[in-house]
Nanobody, 120 residues
């Protein structure tokens, strides 16, 4: 069972930045492709950014140029640096194991997520 713990969300003004982190066990960090999804109430979760176990990345068009996904091998975290945030980025953000990088297909149980609210 992959244990996931997201953090770093909060309230930020449009144009601001946030850095989300997802804590993983060392074995999970070293083995699996991972990704960040987000969910707006009433809508399906959508993947935002993906990263392979080797560090290759992929982004949704809405995130390109503004979000950066990375792996921290010292802290065993998957991070999502978000800049130039927009109100439409408001959502609960989750990290999850990815089994198909081409499609962003996820696997496993969702964590609690972390709320990101972009508002003036």
């Amino acid at each position: 069972q992959v244990q996931l713990k997201e953090s770093g969300g909060g309230l930020v003004q449009p144009g601001g930045s946030l850095r989300l982190s997802c804590e993983l066990s060392p074995s999970t960090f070293n083995t699996y492709n991972m990704g960040w999804y987000r969910q707006v109430p009433g809508k399906q979760r959508e993947w935002v950014a993906l990263i392979s176990s080797g560090g290759d990345t992929k982004y949704q068009d809405s995130a390109k140029g503004r979000f950066t996904i990375s792996r921290d091998s010292l802290r065993y975290t998957i991070n999502l640096q978000m800049t130039d945030l927009k109100p439409q980025d408001t959502a609960v953000y989750y990290c999850i194991r990815i089994v198909d990088l081409a499609r962003g297909t996820h696997f496993g149980s969702w964590g609690l997520g972390t709320q990101v609210t972009v508002s003036s």
